[in-house]
C-alpha cells in the first residue's frame, strides 16, 4: 500500500514545504513535531473553551444542527466515481502488515500514547474529544486514508488493512475519541467506495482541503431489537426528490456534523442517502451513552427532509448498504482489539505488583489463567479482523470472516473488559483506573453500527 499525504507548509507545527518524500514520513514528522509542541500540554490542563456545548451535550439538548457550508454541485450524477483498485494478490497467507503499514501504526501509536489517552478521562466526563485532538488528527491526514490519491487523498489501492491498523491503534489510546476522530474519514470513505462523478466531486474537495467537515456515517436507530438492514427510516420518492423521516441514533459528532450518510428504507431495500446538515427538518438531540462518550454521541431526526434523487450513495437494491455494514462491523472490531490490549497493557504489571497474603496476586492460579485467556481471546481477535480486512483489501468475499470477526470481538472483547474490572477488585470500579472506562466501551462493539468504516 502506497500513502501520500502533503502536509501544508505554516500549519500547526510547522512543517517546511516538501516536494517529494516518502508518505509515511511527512505522518512521522508531524508526530516529532506534536511531541515538541505545547499541545501536550493543553490537552492535559487547559480548560475546555467550549465547556457549555459540552455540558449540553451531557445532559442532553435539541437544535438544529450547526450552519453548514454550502456544497456546489460538480461532476456528472450518471458516472461512476473514482475507485482505487483492490491490493496485489501474493499468493500466500500472511497478515503480517507492509513495511508502510507498520510505519502509520507506529506513527498513529505514538499519537494515540501522547495525545488521545491523556485527554481521555476529560474527554468521557465531557463528552466530547477536544479540539486540539481533532486537529491534531486532521494534519497526519487520517480522514483522508480511504480517499483515492487522484482525489487529493492517500490511497493508491485499497487501505481496508490500514484502516483497520489505524483504527486498532487509536483505540489503545480511547475507543470513544477513535471513534470521533475516524468519524469524517467513514463519510469520506463511503463516498470514494460508492459515489458517483458528482457526488466525489461535490463533497470530497472539502475533505481534502484545509478546512476537514465534521461528518457521521448514521445507521443505528432507537428501536427495540433494531435490525441494521432493516432501518425504520424511510426514503420516499416524490418527483425528482427523496422524502426522508425517521431518527438515528447514537450518531458520533452530529452536533457539529455538516454531512451525514444516513441509511433508510427505499422501496423495501436498505440504501445509503447522502444528508447535508442545513436540510430543512433536521434536528440533533444529545444522546449520551454508557460507553463511547468521548465521541459527542447524538440523536439525529428527520422530520419530511428532502432531498435530490441523485443523493442516494451507490446501489439501490440494498447490496451497498450491506457491504457498507459489513465494513462498519469490521472497523468496530479493530476498536475492540485496540481496547482490549489496553486493558491487558494495564492489567498485566497490575497482577505483578498487587500484593496479597504477601505475594503478588499474579501468583494465584485464577488469576494467571485469567490474564492467559485473556490475551488469547486478544490474538484470535486480532488474527480473525486482519484476515478479514486483508479479504477487504484484496477484493474477494468478505462476509463469512467479517461475521465471524463480528461475532468473536463482541463476545470476547466484551468478556475482557469485564476480566479487567474483575482482576482490579476494586480498583477496577472506581474512575482513578481506567479499566471501569475501557469496560464500558467494549460493551458498544457488539450494539453499535455505522460511525466508522474501513
Not at 448514521?218 to 418527483?239: H, K, M, S
Amino acid at each position: 500500500m502506497s500513502l501520500t499525504r502533503n502536509l501544508r507548509p505554516g500549519g500547526r507545527f510547522g512543517l517546511p514545504a516538501m516536494e517529494s518524500r516518502d508518505p509515511i514520513g511527512y505522518a512521522v514528522a508531524a508526530l516529532n513535531r506534536v511531541a515538541q509542541s505545547e499541545l501536550l500540554d493543553r490537552v492535559g490542563l487547559r480548560k475546555h473553551a467550549e465547556q457549555a456545548v459540552f455540558t449540553v451535550t451531557r445532559s442532553g439538548f435539541r437544535t438544529v444542527t450547526a450552519a453548514s457550508r454550502t456544497f456546489a454541485r460538480a461532476g456528472s450524477r450518471d458516472r461512476d466515481g473514482v475507485r482505487v483498485p483492490s491490493t496485489a494478490d501474493q499468493g500466500v497467507f500472511d497478515l503480517t502488515p507492509s513495511e508502510d503499514e507498520q510505519m502509520l501504526v507506529d506513527v498513529v501509536t505514538e499519537f494515540a500514547q501522547e495525545v488521545v489517552r491523556p485527554a481521555a478521562t476529560a474527554a468521557d466526563e465531557a463528552c466530547a474529544t477536544p479540539a486540539e485532538v481533532l486537529g491534531s488528527s486532521l494534519e497526519i491526514g487520517l480522514p483522508l486514508l480511504g480517499v483515492p490519491e487522484s482525489l487529493g487523498g492517500i490511497s493508491e489501492e485499497r487501505s481496508a488493512v490500514a484502516g483497520t491498523l489505524v483504527a486498532e491503534a487509536l483505540s489503545r489510546g480511547d475507543m470513544g475519541q477513535a471513534v470521533a476522530v475516524l468519524a469524517p474519514g467513514a463519510v469520506a470513505t463511503a463516498l470514494s467506495l460508492w459515489g458517483t462523478e458528482q457526488h466525489q466531486a461535490t463533497y470530497l474537495p472539502a475533505f481534502t482541503g484545509d478546512d476537514v467537515p465534521a461528518a457521521a456515517l448514521a445507521l443505528n436507530e432507537p428501536t427495540p431489537l433494531f435490525d441494521v438492514l432493516n432501518p425504520a427510516t424511510t426514503a420516499e420518492r416524490d418527483g425528482d426528490e427523496l422524502v426522508l423521516t425517521g431518527v438515528k441514533s447514537l450518531v458520533p459528532r452530529a452536533r457539529e456534523a455538516e454531512l451525514f450518510v444516513v441509511g433508510a428504507r427505499l422501496e423495501g431495500s436498505p440504501v445509503l442517502v447522502v444528508v447535508e446538515s442545513g436540510a430543512e427538518g433536521l434536528t440533533v438531540e444529545g444522546d449520551p451513552a454508557m460507553g463511547i462518550r468521548a465521541a459527542s454521541l447524538a440523536r439525529v431526526s428527520l422530520d419530511r427532509v428532502r432531498v435530490p434523487a441523485e443523493a442516494v450513495l451507490g446501489a439501490d437494491d440494498g447490496s451497498t448498504y450491506t457491504e457498507c455494514v459489513r465494513l462498519s462491523r469490521l472497523a468496530w472490531c479493530a476498536l475492540a482489539v485496540g481496547t482490549g490490549q489496553a486493558v491487558l497493557d494495564h492489567v498485566v504489571p497490575y497482577v505483578k505488583e498487587r500484593e496479597a497474603f504477601g505475594e503478588p496476586v499474579a501468583h494465584r492460579q485464577s488469576v494467571a489463567f485469567m490474564v492467559a485467556t485473556m490475551a488469547t481471546e486478544l490474538e484470535a481477535m486480532r488474527l480473525t479482523t486482519w484476515k478479514a480486512a486483508a479479504r477487504v483489501a484484496a477484493g474477494k468475499a468478505h462476509a463469512r470472516e467479517v461475521a465471524l470477526a463480528r461475532q468473536l470481538c463482541a463476545d470476547k472483547g466484551m468478556q475482557i473488559g469485564l476480566d479487567g474490572v474483575q482482576l482490579l477488585g476494586g480498583h477496577g470500579y472506581v474512575k482513578e483506573h481506567p479499566v471501569e472506562r475501557w469496560y464500558r466501551d467494549l460493551r458498544a462493539v457488539g450494539v453499535m453500527e455505522g460511525s466508522v468504516l474501513v
